[in-house]
């Protein structure tokens, strides 16, 4: 395939897809970082009010100068803004706080560290209620329990 048709197909995709002007599209392809044209697609197909190569652009430039978006940490990839009050600071810190500010990024800490959580934290760990699907399932745990004291 000739390379200007493959351009024009990757144009009227991007179009189509993202419900974008030509111009916009052109603009997104000729991005010069690819990371950023990833999060500039992102921006496009997440938010309403972002419809335009430029806003995308300039919403991105804004994250990027937030301070709490900064990295505090390249091993785990915590922000400033997840920062821990408890202990030094980001997810290597495990087990050294309470650990509710980590529980809290437990899905970001994991994709950093190409760790799985093995356990849901909301469910009951012997019979599974309240976890995944539905959180309103109650455990029957100690109702079993209860039942085989009173006989």
Same mark, same amino acid.
Request: proline letters at 5%.
């Given at each position: 395939?000739?390379?200007? #048709?493959?351009? +024009?197909?990757?144009?009227?995709?991007?179009? $189509? *897809?993202?419900?974008? +002007?030509h111009?916009? $599209?052109?603009?997104l392809?000729? #991005?010069?970082?690819?990371?950023?044209?990833? /999060?500039?697609?992102?921006?496009?197909e997440?938010?309403?009010?972002i419809?335009?190569? +430029?806003?995308?652009?300039?919403f991105?430039?804004q994250?990027?100068?937030?301070?709490l =978006?900064?990295?505090?940490?390249?091993?785990?990839?915590?922000?400033? %803004? /997840?920062? !821990?009050?408890?202990?030094?600071?980001? %997810? !290597?810190?495990n087990?050294?706080?309470?650990g509710?500010?980590h *529980?809290?990024?437990?899905?970001?800490?994991?994709?950093?560290?190409?760790?799985?959580?093995? #356990?849901d934290?909301?469910?009951?760990?012997? !019979?599974?209620a309240?976890s995944? %699907? =539905?959180?309103?399932?109650? !455990?029957?745990?100690?109702?079993?329990?209860?039942?085989?004291?009173?006989a």
């Open positions: 395939m000739p390379k200007n #048709h493959a351009r +024009k197909k990757e144009l009227a995709d991007l179009k $189509a *897809e993202l419900g974008i +002007k111009t916009c $599209a052109i603009a392809l000729d #991005h010069p970082d690819p990371d950023e044209t990833q /999060m500039l697609v992102e921006y496009l997440t938010y309403s009010d419809s335009t190569y +430029k806003e995308a652009v300039d991105l430039r994250e990027q100068n937030n301070p =978006s900064q990295i505090l940490c390249e091993k785990c990839d915590w922000t400033v %803004g /997840m920062a !821990c009050p408890e202990c030094p600071g980001c %997810g !290597c810190y087990g050294r706080c309470s509710w500010r *529980e809290e990024y437990q899905a970001q800490m994991d994709a950093a560290t190409g760790e799985d959580a093995d #356990h934290l909301y469910g009951c760990d012997e !019979c599974g309240g995944g %699907g =539905s959180p309103y399932e109650e !455990c029957v745990c100690y109702d079993e329990d209860e039942e085989g004291q009173a």
